[in-house]
């Protein structure tokens, strides 16, 4: 019996500490396992705060430049086609090329295919001499309003201009002016998109 005892005792304290390792220390070491991964999942959040707080930061800071990048933008592709404006712009630009004869026809506002914005198509003829036209190109080139040239077409004009010798030439132009208003066109409501939709 005396020397079972110790054996027993030996084998009770081995079940104890199994049993202590199995209740006790094993939670613990999955508990600690399941915090290390919340506390790394903690720390990748806090940098992707940290770094949208950054980008926030930036943009506060450019916030005065971006809004007069899209006033900018306003101006030269406006919320509606505005002919009358359009076409008072390209007068005083031929007005001050010092053009002996200008004519503008815009035609209808149609949808780009991207359905983004709306495109007007324009005709503009201009008589002058050689540095009329090219200032009147130039006046063009630098209106407010955003335009781009599709065509072009030279021809000589006639006579030459009174007081001088040198001969006029006619200029035939294709031009391209925008808008954001993609419901401008034959048919449909006058004014910006949102007013539109919103009737």
């Known amino acids: 019996m005396s020397r079972r005892g110790p054996i027993i005792a030996g084998a009770i304290v081995a079940v104890i500490a199994v049993l202590a390792v199995f209740f006790l220390v094993l939670p613990k070491m999955s508990e600690v396992s399941e915090t290390r991964e919340e506390i790394a999942a903690a ?14 930061k930036e943009a506060q800071a450019n916030a005065p430049q971006v809004k007069a990048e899209i006033a900018k933008l306003a101006n030269e592709v406006p919320p509606t086609a505005d002919l009358p404006a359009l076409i008072r712009l ?13 004519t503008v026809a815009p035609g209808n506002p149609q949808l780009d295919p991207t359905g983004a914005f709306s495109t007007i198509q324009t005709a503009i003829s201009v008589t002058g001499g050689y540095f009329a036209l090219d200032q009147f190109l130039f006046r063009l080139e630098t209106l407010p309003r955003a335009a781009k040239v599709t065509s072009v077409s030279i021809t000589p004009g006639g006579a030459a201009l009174p007081g001088s010798t040198v001969n006029s030439l006619s200029m035939q132009l ?3 002016f925008y808008t954001t ?9 006058p004014g910006p998109s949102e007013s539109a939709g919103g009737t």
């Open 43 to 56: 720390e990748a959040q806090e940098t992707a705060l940290r770094a949208q707080l950054a980008s926030l």
């Open 181 to 189: 208003d993609t419901s401008a066109g034959p048919g449909s409501l």
């Open 90 to 102: 390209l007068t005083a630009a031929a007005d001050g090329s010092a053009v002996d004869f200008f």
């Open 174 to 176: 294709g031009v391209e």
